[in-house]
């Protein structure tokens, strides 16, 4: 699944706000889904919090975003053949932190 992060003040609904369903998805975040098919929409965090990370296929036209790197590497299937040239970090991004608040993770 591909996620984008952008500020929380750049994020919106164009329509189906009121179907959006979250749910704690662990001690320091939630998810957010769509109640009628449960499409995931996006992830937050409480240590980052004027920031979300959404699904790029919630958008109307998901290849606008290019991906700038590729994380959870080490874990990746391993059918995965990507041919890219980006770069592949072993779990978090470069420079975050992780599910817990802690980092960076560089």
Same mark, same amino acid.
């Given at each position: 699944?591909?996620?984008?992060?952008?500020?929380?003040?750049?994020?919106?609904?164009?329509?189906?706000?009121?179907?959006?369903?979250?749910? @704690?998805?662990?001690?320091?975040?939630?998810?957010?889904?769509?109640?009628?098919?449960?499409?995931?929409? %996006?992830?937050?965090?409480?240590?980052?919090?004027?920031?979300? $990370?959404?699904?790029? @296929?919630?958008? $109307?036209?998901?290849?606008?975003?290019?991906?700038?790197?590729?994380?959870?590497? @080490?874990?990746?299937?391993?059918?995965?053949?990507?041919? $890219?040239?980006?770069?592949? %970090?072993?779990?978090?991004?470069?420079?975050?932190?992780?599910?817990?608040?802690?980092?960076?993770?560089?």
């Amino acid at each position: 699944m591909v996620f984008a992060t952008v500020p929380l003040s750049d994020y919106r609904f164009e329509e189906g706000e009121p179907t959006v369903r979250r749910i @704690a998805s662990s001690h320091v975040g939630h998810r957010a889904f769509c109640g009628d098919c449960g499409t995931p929409l %996006y992830t937050r965090v409480e240590h980052q919090p004027d920031t979300l $990370d959404f699904s790029v @296929a919630t958008l $109307d036209d998901p290849g606008r975003v290019r991906p700038g790197f590729h994380i959870f590497w @080490a874990s990746r299937p391993p059918w995965v053949e990507i041919q $890219d040239s980006l770069p592949k %970090y072993e779990q978090f991004r470069p420079n975050g932190v992780d599910l817990e608040g802690n980092g960076p993770s560089a």
